[in-house]
């Protein structure tokens, strides 16, 4: 059964600090990964990842995937509040337009 | 502006009366899909449409159908609607003929007595 696993589920920071949010995965037939932040609203997409080793970056954030080991990690430097957040990680199965989100994880940073 | 557009926003129904959520976009995207977002669950895919009339299931077909017979609108309809099928609905669109950078509607909120 494919599957898409976040972690943590929840995280809380302080302005400036650096997090890593982890993004696992076992799918039959990889096509891409996808990150999306989420506030009290709809989705909204931050990266496309489909090849191993090369960073996806705009601004603080920036993301890279590992297709060997199947995973793939959100950084966001020097967070902000406005950072604060549901980041959902997604993978994309075959070729077809399956897609399989994971439980996401909540970031809160604190003033 | 390019958007995603669902209908009903917010619905409070009943077990068993047949709804329809309306999804529209505007931006000529062959791919179209609809999630459901449970709290613990994160978003599960429920249908999806590479194309016009072609429709496949997502993780979480049961009682929900969907139709795609032009390219602006994918309704997502509830024969006979739940309290399971309580949840927050969200529609989107791609410009890839798979799934890629999706565009989402705001939402539609679904509550089922």
Known sequence: ?111 | EAQVTQNPRYLITVTGKKLTVTCSQNMNHEYMSWYRQDPGLGLRQIYYSMNVEVTDKGDVPEGYKVSRKEKRNFPLILESPSPNQTSLYFCASSPMTWAGELFFGEGSRLTVL
């Open chain 1, 1 to 111: 059964e494919d599957k898409v696993v976040q972690s943590p589920l929840s995280l809380v920071v302080h302005e400036g600090d650096t997090v890593t949010l982890n993004c696992s995965y076992e799918v039959t037939n990889f096509r891409s990964l996808l990150w999306y932040k989420q506030e009290k609203k709809a989705p909204t997409f931050l990266f496309m990842l489909t090849s191993s080793g090369i960073e996806k970056k705009s601004g603080r954030l920036s993301s890279i995937l590992d297709k060997k080991e199947l995973f793939s990690i959100l950084n966001i430097t020097a967070t902000q509040t406005g950072d604060s957040a549901v980041y959902l990680c997604a993978v994309v199965s075959g070729n077809t337009g399956k897609l399989i989100f994971g439980q996401g994880t909540t970031l809160q940073v604190k003033p």
